[in-house]
């Protein structure tokens, strides 16, 4: 009965979201791996195309690539920590799905690189057990949605075990791979599995985002005692930048990314080169936000939340998360008890449509934040403008 209920308003959804698509859709471009992509609104008849995509490539030659500073943690620690070691499909000779571990397995052997069948409640368990036993396994996934596989041994064992043996056994195990909505991957690859994770007792949960923290914040998680879901971006390993050698990042810090005064976006992951292309527009047009970058999607930072909040007293979330029982939904009601009488507004979230991803390109683009959206929220935030329609 409930698929049945269903059904209709995805297709309404369907209906309007092509409605809403420009006729003039421009196809991406054929690439190796993944693109640094923002999604960039297509003027096309003094209209906005909500869902057509503009690539923006990294044009420096400098810095590395996002998974390259990935591989360069996962090198750095493995190197200084022989108990340090990797478990997952294709994670040894093919380098990992998204080249993390590219020829680690030259270097460290194919038992600190453990290539494994393709039974995510299995490998994901093993690691668990080897974490029990004073190794430190990084566990891949070679999409986030597979994890679903994996719930029980996530739930039940990563997050409980140190609770439920008394203290007798640490798990200090890093779990890893992409997610988020890619390019045309179809519902079952584009899943987005934070709030499923965050309701799960004893298991931290980080979002990294830039070629930086990316590396330094692996890093620390690979060194936590604490079990770890690590989530990457999909569409975020060709991003460049620079490293800081020797760096550790904490995992609880929130990152400042733009100091303002008119009002704090709350963002993660790719969301944060969402919000920072609306705020080139929103700059011109004299607004002046404050952008922060959660990181920790569990615990959250509430002090660096909380400093923001009471300067510009109004709050934006941008997410990628659905909206229904998302991170967004957690952290608005952690706002509203902890912070209500610093509010001037109420909060706002932006977050992606409660409907499956859609494998058709424009669709796919309808049903996650652009960035017209939160320059319109803030506009009707900080100036009382009138929703984008």
């Given at each position: 009965m409930l698929q049945l209920q269903l059904a209709p308003a995805c297709a309404a959804f369907a209906a309007e979201a092509i409605s809403r698509a420009s006729l003039n859709t421009r196809r991406l471009p054929s690439t190796s791996v993944s693109l640094p992509l923002t999604r960039q609104p297509l003027r096309h008849a003094?209209?906005?195309?909500?869902?057509?995509?503009?690539?923006?490539?990294?044009?420096?030659?400098?810095?590395?690539?996002?998974?390259?500073?990935l591989r360069e943690a996962v090198d750095e620690e493995m190197e200084k920590d022989p108990n340090v070691c990797v478990i997952g499909e294709d994670v040894g000779h093919y380098g990992g799905s998204y080249k993390?571990?590219?020829?680690?397995?030259?270097?460290?052997?194919?038992?600190?690189?453990?290539?494994?069948?393709?039974?995510?409640?299995?490998?994901?368990?093993?690691?668990?057990?080897?974490?029990?036993?004073?190794?430190?396994?990084?566990i891949e996934g070679m999409n986030m949605g597979f994890l679903l596989l994996a719930y029980n041994q996530i739930s039940n064992n990563a997050g409980m075990l140190h609770y439920t043996s008394g203290g007798q056994f640490k798990v200090p195990v890093v779990?890893?791979?992409p997610g988020g909505v890619g390019r045309q991957l179809g519902a079952e690859h584009s899943q987005r599995l934070e709030s499923y994770f965050q309701s799960i007792p004893g298991v931290q949960l980080v979002a990294c985002s830039t070629v930086a923290n990316s590396k330094a914040l692996l890093k620390s998680a690979i060194r936590s005692d604490n079990p770890i879901i690590f989530f990457e971006h999909v569409l975020l390993y060709n991003v460049k930048g620079e490293t800081q050698e020797g760096y550790y990042q904490p995992l609880e810090k929130a990152e400042l990314v733009r100091e303002g005064g008119d009002v704090t976006i709350l963002c993660y992951s790719r969301m944060r080169y969402?919000?920072?292309?609306?705020?080139?527009?929103?700059?011109?047009?004299?607004?002046?936000p404050e952008v922060v970058d959660l990181i920790s999607l569990k615990p959250f930072d509430l002090e660096t939340i909380t400093k923001s909040i009471k300067k510009t007293r109004k709050c934006i979330i941008v997410e990628e998360c659905m909206k229904t029982g998302g991170i967004g939904a957690s952290l608005s009601a952690v706002i509203n008890e902890s912070l209500f009488n610093e509010l001037d507004h109420?909060?706002?979230?932006?977050?992606?449509?409660?409907?499956?991803?859609?494998?058709?390109?424009?669709?796919e683009a309808a049903t996650i934040v652009q960035p017209e959206e939160v320059e319109a929220a803030v506009q009707r935030v900080v100036a009382g403008a009138p929703v984008l329609a």
């Amino acid at each position: 009965m409930l698929q049945l209920q269903l059904a209709p308003a995805c297709a309404a959804f369907a209906a309007e979201a092509i409605s809403r698509a420009s006729l003039n859709t421009r196809r991406l471009p054929s690439t190796s791996v993944s693109l640094p992509l923002t999604r960039q609104p297509l003027r096309h008849a003094g209209k906005t195309s909500r869902g057509s995509l503009q690539v923006t490539a990294a044009k420096d030659k400098k810095g590395k690539l996002m998974w390259e500073a990935l591989r360069e943690a996962v090198d750095e620690e493995m190197e200084k920590d022989p108990n340090v070691c990797v478990i997952g499909e294709d994670v040894g000779h093919y380098g990992g799905s998204y080249k993390v571990t590219y020829d680690l397995h030259k270097k460290y052997g194919d038992f600190r690189l453990l290539d494994t069948p393709i039974c995510e409640n299995g490998f994901v368990g093993m690691g668990i057990g080897a974490a029990m036993t004073g190794l430190r396994p990084v566990i891949e996934g070679m999409n986030m949605g597979f994890l679903l596989l994996a719930y029980n041994q996530i739930s039940n064992n990563a997050g409980m075990l140190h609770y439920t043996s008394g203290g007798q056994f640490k798990v200090p195990v890093v779990i890893r791979g992409p997610g988020g909505v890619g390019r045309q991957l179809g519902a079952e690859h584009s899943q987005r599995l934070e709030s499923y994770f965050q309701s799960i007792p004893g298991v931290q949960l980080v979002a990294c985002s830039t070629v930086a923290n990316s590396k330094a914040l692996l890093k620390s998680a690979i060194r936590s005692d604490n079990p770890i879901i690590f989530f990457e971006h999909v569409l975020l390993y060709n991003v460049k930048g620079e490293t800081q050698e020797g760096y550790y990042q904490p995992l609880e810090k929130a990152e400042l990314v733009r100091e303002g005064g008119d009002v704090t976006i709350l963002c993660y992951s790719r969301m944060r080169y969402v919000v920072m292309q609306a705020v080139q527009s929103l700059e011109k047009q004299g607004f002046d936000p404050e952008v922060v970058d959660l990181i920790s999607l569990k615990p959250f930072d509430l002090e660096t939340i909380t400093k923001s909040i009471k300067k510009t007293r109004k709050c934006i979330i941008v997410e990628e998360c659905m909206k229904t029982g998302g991170i967004g939904a957690s952290l608005s009601a952690v706002i509203n008890e902890s912070l209500f009488n610093e509010l001037d507004h109420e909060v706002v979230r932006l977050s992606s449509q409660d409907v499956p991803t859609a494998y058709a390109f424009e669709l796919e683009a309808a049903t996650i934040v652009q960035p017209e959206e939160v320059e319109a929220a803030v506009q009707r935030v900080v100036a009382g403008a009138p929703v984008l329609a």
